[in-house]
């Protein structure tokens, strides 16, 4: 059974850092993209960062030189290091494995979620 967990989340003051980890069981994602998403509440889920396969990485408008995805294939594990974090990146983050090699803003490309972790950043 496919379990992503992730990790990392909790509270932080506006400017501070964390690092969000996504460790994959029960299969394998290297040729996979993967994807960190967030929902605040009342708001859609969306992307904020995805790796594709090879590496290659996107990123939302609003995390743009502040957020950094990466992947560890041995270790089968995704993580976002967030820097300069503000008050409106507060939400849970959800990793999410695609079906394909490439990443996407539809959350409906891919097959597998984490449970979510809850970042909150204070003033």
């Known amino acids: 059974q496919v379990q992503l967990v992730e990790s990392g989340g909790g509270l932080v003051q506006a400017g501070g850092s964390l690092r969000l980890s996504c460790a994959a069981s029960g299969g394998t994602f290297s040729s996979n993209a993967m994807g960190w998403f967030r929902q605040a509440p009342g708001e859609e889920r969306e992307l904020v960062a995805g790796?594709?396969?090879?590496?290659?990485?996107r990123y939302a408008d609003s995390v743009k030189g502040r957020f950094t995805i990466s992947r560890d294939n041995a270790k089968n594990t995704v993580y976002l290091q967030m820097n300069s974090l503000k008050l409106e990146d507060t939400a849970v983050y959800y990793c999410a494995a695609a079906r394909g090699r490439l990443t996407s803003s539809s959350l409906f490309e891919y097959d597998y979620w984490g449970q979510g972790t809850q970042v909150t950043v204070s003033s």
């Open positions: 790796i594709n396969w090879s590496g290659g990485s």
